[in-house]
């Protein structure tokens, strides 16, 4: 999570709402891809933080599969992140800070866990959510 607060900071920089996000190999520990906002940055609807992670992460494996994988993401992933992690097959998703408004793993609604699917990712969230959530409050605050 401390690498994925590191991606946010990198978002803000370039005038994206802070949100970072990092794919660890199965064994946990190793680092696959990182990722940041950038849709202001390349003018893509779909630069999220978790998109651009879950693409690297696929290419510097080889292929689209990320079984076994953990994706890191400092804010509760939105509807479109949420269906790129069931696409991708991660095994986990870790978040830090709820998002009330938009979130799609547990507050608005839980695409990732939903039974309907035949591939459900382990949530665990809450990880350094004050650090993960003090970013996004300053960078709303100083706009
Ligand atoms: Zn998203």
């Known amino acids: 999570m401390r690498l994925a607060l590191v991606e946010a900071g990198r978002a803000a920089e370039g ?9 660890l190999a199965p064994d946990g520990r190793t680092v696959l891809s990182a990722g940041h906002n950038e849709r202001e940055a390349t003018g ?23 079984s076994g994988c953990t994706l890191v993401v400092t804010l509760e992933p939105c509807t479109m992140c949420a269906g790129a992690l069931v696409q991708s097959r991660v095994d986990r998703v870790v978040y830090g800070a709820r998002d009330d408004k938009a979130g799609a793993a547990g507050s608005l609604w839980d695409v990732v ?3 309907r699917l035949n591939h459900r990712p382990e949530v665990i969230e809450g990880v350094l959510a004050d650090d993960c959530a003090r970013l996004l409050t300053d960078f709303f605050r100083d706009r």
């Open 44 to 66: 893509d609807p779909t630069a999220h933080a978790e998109v651009l992670a879950i693409r690297r992460a696929a290419v510097a494996l080889g292929e689209w599969r990320l």
């Open 113 to 115: 866990r939903d039974r």
């Open 15 to 23: 005038g994206d709402v802070p949100v970072g996000a990092v794919v």
